[in-house]
């Protein structure tokens, strides 16, 4: 069982569609065969289980909640991006695992991350559990407490989901992660000028701390509360700062191609001596 952790985003729609395999929709319904787990306060906040009929855009709009609802909340570095988004994927040749059995691996997982305190029960933050790919489970958390109070996850999250997932292969007898020899750290050369640009364009296109990412963010966000203002012109304004969030994350991919290609090195050519006497050999 291996667990990664995505880079946080500002809202659910693209975590949750990934976990899904496909586009968020209105229509289509999520049972609890996909939505495996949640976080324990969820019955205080629905009636007579209304959860188990929402759609995949009713989901990740429960999940932006919070966001919306404290628009001032933020990390200790001012970082919005509240939406943490993990998975884990079981070695091709385990075995299919239970209902049971992922909603068991979602909450462990959950406490591990830091964002399930147990014995809290309609006070929390907000996450749940997708199983909708074959061996691929993904959690989906907002880090925005109900109160408002922001959950920063813990330094070393990712060797404590790893750590979890041990436990976890051990405890349901599913195939472990063989880990080889810790590579030895390699010496460090001094940076080329192609190399310090490449930095800059990196940090520039950083999809967690960049500036074109938070800007990107705030118009996401503007254009998902003009999309629930009433009335049809209210969809066609919020389709506008949509496709400028789109072409802003075009610039970013450019950003980063750039800076990937200045970033590799360049083949030197040859002195002259070397190729006329590689010319002369028979």
């Known amino acids: 069982m291996i667990p990664r952790l995505h880079e946080r985003t500002h809202t659910p729609h693209d975590p949750l569609a990934e976990a899904l395999g496909r586009p968020v929709s209105p229509n289509e319904g999520l049972t609890e065969y996909t939505v ?54 079981l070695h091709p040749d385990d075995r299919e695992l239970t209902g049971p059995e992922w909603a068991e691996v979602a909450h462990r997982l959950a406490r591990a991350a830091g964002i399930e305190v147990p014995g809290a029960t309609e006070h929390g933050w907000r996450w749940i559990a997708v199983q909708a790919q074959s061996g691929r489970m993904d959690l989906i958390a907002n880090l925005i407490h109900i109160d408002g109070t922001w959950r920063t996850p813990p330094a070393d999250i990712l060797r404590r989901l790893s750590d979890e997932a041990r436990r976890i292969e051990q405890d349901l007898h599913l195939i472990p992660v063989r880990s080889g020899p810790t590579p030895r750290p390699a010496s460090r ?43 049809a012109a209210s969809t066609d304004t919020a389709h506008r700062p949509e496709l400028i969030a789109r072409r802003l994350h075009a610039i970013q991919q450019d950003l980063d191609t750039t800076a990937t290609c200045l970033a590799q090195p360049r083949a030197v050519p040859a002195p002259d001596a070397v190729r006329r006497n590689a010319q002369r050999s028979p």
């Open 189 to 231: 050369a001094a940076p080329t000028a192609s190399a310090q640009l490449a930095s800059i364009l990196t940090q520039l296109a950083n999809e967690q701390a960049g500036p074109l990412a938070t800007v990107r963010g705030l118009v996401e966000h503007t254009a998902h509360r003009i999309a629930r203002q009433p009335g």
């Open 36 to 89: 495996v787990a949640h976080w324990p306060g969820l019955g205080y906040f629905t009636l007579d289980d209304e959860h188990k009929t929402w759609t995949s855009v009713q989901w990740a709009e429960h999940l932006e909640d919070p966001y919306l609802e404290h628009p001032f909340a933020a990390s200790p570095d001012d970082d919005r991006r509240a939406i943490l988004h993990l998975d884990v994927r």
